[in-house]
């Protein structure tokens, strides 16, 4: 009895070890899980007057766990986290008097423009990828060959298909895939197929001075996506305040043309470690864009297009347009884009090829609702990525519109007169070494102006640069050179007489 009595205590004790081991597991796994989250605000107000409902959205915000799942829910995507940092509580906001920028929502609606030709015949073709000409002299034709053969007006002229005839640049049955895509690595582009509903079409990005890129980035694409979410700051990525010039535009009517599609996002607040660790600060914007903007808008569905881009990062519309049209592509989406340094005139050798896109039923499910997780291509080692490739029934591989040689868009890097370049180098964040803002002889006006002339970088190299002219395919986005007075410094180099 005494034994059996012994042998029940000691597998309660073991039992009892076996929890307090399991106990501190998961305690070092929610520290470790905290620590990498630590610019989170764990005790933000939550607004439902329900106890129970306060507490499940502290847990959702906790871990930014968005139930994906679920795309119809709006309280789903609504709910967001604000994110933890230094507050600068003088900000003064002048609003209109309707509604604050920075809190109005956006509610997605489905795109009535006609994409496509139907025709009685059965063919469907993308109306600006055919030859109309081409394609009105076909119906003609089989009209006449009706006319003259009146047998053929039953049935069997139903069964008689017009064929798409294809403009240059565009390609397939329909004529609806451009060429970036045609001679893309895209597995699937034989058997990608027109939507009967256009995707809707999201592009997030953070603005700093980049304004006369972000002039030809809405007018590249103002047609085709649907919303563009802008988030600015009243801190430099260094952390110093800065103006809120964008907002201060948008209020002045300098965006009047493309208003309706912007949702501002303000930040205003810069993150704890970011002064001594600029990649912190890189993540946090990127991350507090995707989430509030996000959380912003209505009426998102599961295949809406997602896409995150630096302000000097401009996709071609011709690729964006195919993945709000066309069903059949694969996901993660990278882009591929001319590079060059200065202005469009300093073109770099190949392709800055970026993971950009996704839909949004990929963003909430493997990157957490998370615009920063998407372009480190990471994908496959998250939690979530297998559990939702196998809810799609199909191998999710990643691919790029364009290709080294074929350009879907472009990357133009410290592109600004002198002066912006002066105030991109006080301004960047403290993690990408060498920092040329802190050494005095490289913020010179006079030293900007030799680089430009140049071409050459801050480290005193020179590369050399393929030759490149305004009038070659790709050379910049098209409001740019159909402007070409106004943007010329940044299509010709504006010191390259002063070079001999």
């Given at each position: 009895?005494?034994?059996?009595?012994?042998?029940?205590?000691?597998?309660?004790?073991?039992?009892?070890?076996?929890?307090?081991?399991?106990?501190?597991?998961?305690?070092?796994?929610?520290?470790?899980?905290?620590?990498?989250?630590?610019?989170?605000?764990?005790?933000?107000?939550?607004?439902?007057?329900?106890?129970?409902?306060?507490?499940?959205?502290?847990?959702?915000?906790?871990?930014?766990?968005?139930?994906?799942?679920?795309?119809?829910?709006?309280?789903?995507?609504?709910?967001?986290?604000?994110?933890?940092?230094?507050?600068?509580?003088?900000?003064?906001?002048?609003?209109?008097?309707?509604?604050?920028?920075?809190?109005?929502?956006?509610?997605?609606?489905?795109?009535?423009?006609?994409?496509?030709?139907?025709?009685?015949?059965?063919?469907?073709?993308?109306?600006?990828?055919?030859?109309?000409?081409?394609?009105?002299?076909?119906?003609?034709?089989?009209?006449?060959?009706?006319?003259?053969?009146?047998?053929?007006?039953?049935?069997?002229?139903?069964?008689?298909?017009?064929?798409?005839?294809?403009?240059?640049?565009?390609?397939?049955?329909?004529?609806?895939?451009?060429?970036?895509?045609?001679?893309?690595?895209?597995?699937?582009?034989?058997?990608?197929?027109?939507?009967?509903?256009?995707?809707?079409?999201?592009?997030?990005?953070?603005?700093?001075?980049?304004?006369?890129?972000?002039?030809?980035?809405?007018?590249?694409?103002?047609?085709?996506?649907?919303?563009?979410?802008?988030?600015?700051?009243?801190?430099?990525?260094?952390?110093?305040?800065?103006?809120?010039?964008?907002?201060?535009?948008?209020?002045?009517?300098?965006?009047?043309?493309?208003?309706?599609?912007?949702?501002?996002?303000?930040?205003?607040?810069?993150?704890?470690?970011?002064?001594?660790?600029?990649?912190?600060?890189?993540?946090?914007?990127?991350?507090?864009?995707?989430?509030?903007?996000?959380?912003?808008?209505?009426?998102?569905?599961?295949?809406?297009?997602?896409?995150?881009?630096?302000?000097?990062?401009?996709?071609?519309?011709?690729?964006?347009?195919?993945?709000?049209?066309?069903?059949?592509?694969?996901?993660?989406?990278?882009?591929?884009?001319?590079?060059?340094?200065?202005?469009?005139?300093?073109?770099?050798?190949?392709?800055?090829?970026?993971?950009?896109?996704?839909?949004?039923?990929?963003?909430?499910?493997?990157?957490?609702?998370?615009?920063i997780l998407l372009r480190r291509r990471s994908y496959y080692s998250m939690s979530g990525f297998r559990e939702y490739e196998n809810s799609t029934g199909r191998i999710l591989v990643p691919w790029a519109i364009g290709s080294p040689i074929h350009y879907a868009g472009w990357h133009c890097s410290w592109c600004f007169k002198?002066?912006?370049?002066?105030?991109?180098?006080?301004?960047?964040?403290?993690?990408?070494?060498?920092?040329?803002?802190?050494?005095?002889?490289?913020?010179?006006?006079?030293?900007?102006?030799?680089?430009?002339?140049?071409?050459?970088?801050?480290?005193?190299?020179?590369?050399?640069?393929?030759?490149?002219?305004?009038?070659?395919?790709?050379?910049?986005?098209?409001?740019?050179?159909?402007?070409?007075?106004?943007?010329?410094?940044?299509?010709?180099?504006?010191?390259?007489?002063?070079?001999?």
């Amino acid at each position: 009895m005494g034994r059996s009595h012994l042998s029940v205590r000691m597998r309660i004790r073991r039992f009892k070890v076996f929890l307090l081991c399991l106990l501190g597991i998961c305690v070092i796994s929610f520290l470790h899980y905290y620590k990498a989250l630590h610019n989170i605000s764990l005790l933000q107000e939550l607004s439902s007057p329900s106890t129970h409902l306060k507490t499940l959205k502290m847990f959702s915000d906790i871990f930014w766990n968005f139930p994906a799942a679920d795309f119809h829910s709006q309280q789903d995507f609504h709910e967001h986290s604000h994110l933890k940092g230094n507050v600068d509580s003088n900000v003064i906001l002048p609003d209109p008097s309707d509604r604050k920028l920075h809190e109005r929502t956006f509610v997605l609606h489905d795109d009535p423009t006609p994409f496509f030709i139907h025709t009685k015949s059965g063919a469907v073709c993308f109306r600006e990828g055919t030859d109309v000409a081409t394609f009105a002299s076909h119906r003609r034709l089989l009209q006449h060959h009706r006319e003259i053969n009146p047998k053929d007006k039953g049935s069997n002229a139903d069964k008689v298909v017009v064929q798409c005839p294809c403009q240059q640049g565009w390609h397939g049955p329909h004529c609806g895939i451009p060429t970036i895509v045609y001679h893309s690595n895209l597995p699937s582009k034989s058997k990608v197929t027109p939507r009967k509903v256009p995707r809707r079409v999201i592009n997030a990005i953070n603005i700093n001075h980049e304004f006369d890129l972000l002039h030809a980035r809405f007018h590249e694409l103002g047609d085709v996506v649907d919303v563009f979410l802008v988030c600015e700051s009243n801190f430099t990525a260094y952390g110093d305040s800065r103006p809120l010039v964008f907002r201060k535009q948008i209020l002045n009517g300098m965006f009047d043309y493309i208003k309706h599609k912007i949702l501002y996002v303000f930040l205003d607040r810069f993150p704890d470690g970011g002064h001594s660790d600029g990649w912190i600060v890189d993540d946090y914007l990127r991350t507090y864009l995707t989430k509030n903007g996000m959380s912003r808008l209505e009426g998102l569905k599961e295949d809406d297009v997602f896409i995150i881009d630096d302000a000097d990062e401009i996709p071609a519309r011709d690729g964006i347009l195919f993945l709000k049209l066309y069903d059949g592509w694969t996901e993660p989406v990278g882009i591929h884009m001319r590079k060059s340094l200065y202005g469009f005139y300093w073109r770099q050798f190949g392709t800055l090829n970026v993971l950009s896109a996704c839909t949004a039923a990929m963003l909430f499910k493997v990157y957490n609702g998370d615009g920063i997780l998407l372009r480190r291509r990471s994908y496959y080692s998250m939690s979530g990525f297998r559990e939702y490739e196998n809810s799609t029934g199909r191998i999710l591989v990643p691919w790029a519109i364009g290709s080294p040689i074929h350009y879907a868009g472009w990357h133009c890097s410290w592109c600004f007169k002198p002066e912006g370049i002066y105030y991109k180098l006080i301004s960047a964040q403290n993690g990408d070494f060498p920092r040329w803002g802190d050494y005095s002889e490289k913020r010179k006006i006079s030293y900007i102006k030799e680089l430009i002339q140049t071409g050459g970088w801050f480290d005193g190299s020179i590369p050399d640069y393929p030759p490149s002219d305004p009038k070659e395919h790709m050379f910049a986005p098209k409001y740019l050179l159909d402007n070409y007075e106004k943007y010329r410094y940044l299509l010709e180099n504006p010191y390259a007489k002063e070079k001999h």
